[in-house]
């Protein structure tokens, strides 16, 4: 079901953000190249694999279907885990994702993959109505955020409806706009940087109104709610990486930020995208793990209990919560269900998944298995 409310939350967003005026119209239109290519990339895999091996079973994951994707860029999810979006044909250059060049791409699409967790029935995915868009991880129960590159013209944010794969532009000027997140209130914020300037600010849009958080010489990426009053980034200084906590209700958030170093040299924007990107994270979400590239391994980081990271197990490579406390941690060959600071835990799975939380009572999670061009989805459930 459709949550109005979400919805009507973003268009608010869209009515008084800065940026609001009329959306200047693009030349950049959806190629009948890259519709075909979506659409035969769709129906090819679709389509069981007869060499496929899911090794699970139904007694403590069952499954939800298959959706596809281009073997890069993982799904976003619907906070209630009965959508999912996927970015289709080929994969953007890394230099777009990271902000550092902003060429329009023509064949990029993203398609929206309805999820019945109940009876696992395969349901008619629906195209978003616009072409040239790339996926982001903010989404809520009523659509997904999605940013469309224009070249000089800037880099625009529009939310896409699930139900009609229709866009509205919530932010459309020539600054480079992306990597936006939202809370389930409403709340927005999001990385931006002039055409003519390579380093981003953030913008944040919330019940005390729109306002920037800039230092004037850092590199702000990716940032990302832990609850409607807390925002958290990743900031680039002298090649240094590190994660920023802010509460943005207080006058000058930057006064009362608190940060904790991942890499302490020779990081780029991409590091930080590739750390950003590890673990796909669910709108209302309000725990967050983070790969630490010396430990070699997950880790979580609570800055009002502890400047130290909580590590998981070594070479754990992505980490969702439970509600009780405990976490999914995958590693390369199973997954496990362990405590932060803990060396090891309770095996769920002798076999590589990438872990998903919804905020269901019924699949409080989602297995992601790669199988060729396609994900296979299984769903668990851990009481609350």
Known sequence: MVHTSSKLCLCTV????????APKKSDLAQTPTAKEKALQFLNETIK?????????????DWPVGAIPWNRYTLPTFAPNGLHASVQLSSTPPRSVLAG???EPQEDAVVYICPLDPVNGNTLRQTEIKEGGVLLTAAANDAGVLVEKPLGELGRWIGFAEYETGQVEWLIADDSINMSPTITLSGNMAWSRRTTDDDRFHLVVHSERGQF???DGESDWLYPHFVNDNTL???????HALHIVEFDVMTENPLLTSLEMILMPSL??????LQIATT?????GQSSHAYFLPLQGRMATWNPQKSESPLLFKAGSIAAVPASDGTWIVTLNDRVLRQYEGQHDGVHLRNLSAIPVSTSSRQWTHYMLIPDGTRLQVRAMSFSR
């Not at 869209?14 to 005026?21: K, N, R, V, W």
């Not at 958290?232 to 002298?238: E, I, P």
């Not at 673990?279 to 709108?283: D, E, H, L, V």
């Open 279 to 283: 673990t796909p994270r669910t709108t």
């Open 232 to 238: 958290r980034a990743f900031k680039l200084h002298d």
């Open 212 to 214: 920037v958080i800039d």
């Open 48 to 60: 069981p694999l007869p060499k496929a091996t899911i090794s699970s079973s139904n007694d403590v």
């Open 100 to 102: 550092r060049t902003n």
């Open 267 to 272: 990081a780029t924007r991409q590091h930080a």
């Open 14 to 21: 869209a009515f008084l953000i800065g940026c609001s005026s």
